[in-house]
């Protein structure tokens, strides 16, 4: 989401397990979206059900209701989205999506519209899920949303050709961790990947070594840094870590993902590819003795 806000996908408390799957599946067109209201409620009950599924982060417009008029952001995600709807393929006729963090959908549904075959939204917070099934019974459309953190995606058992990732990364506190979790488990072609980011957005040339002894480049301002945030950042105790740009494109690179693009400041377009077992291990770990496991 990149704004630090109090409406997120992840919190500093320990996500639940994975969920049983749940699905809605009304009539569909050819493209995949419903072909018109599956909920039988008029306009006003419409306003209301939304007002009550409130507050929303995503401004969903159902039958011309929208769900977040007031949105600090405008017509968000919309607005951002406008920015790199073009670097992502706009015909995704039978891709499977991941959308990890789906919040109440946008995105889920959008890949739905391009004809991705299969879609389905994660999401460790069941507010945003109970949007998002709601918002799939408005549009009447075939998209699967489940109950399940970053953490637990090695029980999908499933490679998606697409998988999203965005908002959710630096309200993690072990944000690269599930980088390497989403290659090891889930990625099997493409990435869409935003971060929120600050410090500088210069590059510093690294080398591959230093001396233990050697000067480095450390203190430069476009040296990879994460800042960590012990309390909160812009009112919000979920914001754990703030990479710079550098640090971005330096951990997509180190948990496999090669960068295609970046359409936009904050978002990137990578390519999952094959990573040889390094000498410390593989990068994916599973702590032993994880309660209720």
């Known amino acids: 989401m990149g704004t630090g806000q109090r409406f997120v996908c992840w919190n500093k408390q320990t996500s639940s397990k994975c969920a049983s799957k749940e699905e809605t599946r009304p009539a569909e067109r050819k493209d995949g979206m ?20 409130g507050p929303w982060f995503h401004n969903m417009v159902l039958e011309g209701v929208s769900s977040a008029p007031e949105h600090f952001l405008g017509d968000y995600p919309s607005v951002k989205f406008a920015s790199f709807r073009d670097a992502i393929p706009d015909n995704l006729t ?20 391009r004809g991705a075959a299969r879609v389905l939204g994660i999401d ?17 459309v075939d998209v699967e949303f489940e109950h399940m953190p970053v953490w637990d995606i090695a029980a999908l058992q499933e490679k998606f050709d697409l998988v999203i990732f965005m908002g959710v990364f630096y309200h993690l ?23 929120m980011q600050r410090g500088s ?17 450390f203190d430069e ?16 105790e979920t914001n754990w870590w703030v990479p710079n740009r550098a640090c971005v494109e330096a951990l997509l690179r180190s948990a496999g993902f090669a960068i295609l693009s970046q359409p936009e400041p904050e978002v990137y377009v990578c390519r999952s590819v094959p990573m040889a077992v390094p000498p410390d291990g593989p990068h994916a770990v599973y702590p032993a003795g994880r309660p209720g496991r």
């Open 201 to 217: 957005m210069e590059i510093t040339a690294v080398d591959e070594d230093y001396d233990f002894n050697a000067p480095a480049p």
């Open 94 to 113: 039978g891709k499977t999506v991941l959308d990890i963090g789906c919040n109440a959908g946008f995105y889920s549904f959008e890949m739905k519209r």
């Open 34 to 53: 419903g072909s018109g209201r599956a909920t039988g409620l008029d306009r006003e009950a419409l306003q209301q059900k939304i007002e009550a599924l």
């Open 173 to 195: 506190r072990h944000p690269l961790l599930a980088l390497d979790l989403i290659h090891e488990h889930v990625a099997k072609d493409l990435l869409l990947f935003q971060s």
């Open 221 to 236: 301002p476009g040296f990879p840094r994460m800042h960590f945030i012990e309390q909160r950042y812009s009112h919000d």
């Open 124 to 140: 460790a917070d069941e507010h945003y899920l109970r949007q998002a099934r709601f918002a799939a019974e408005v549009k009447g």
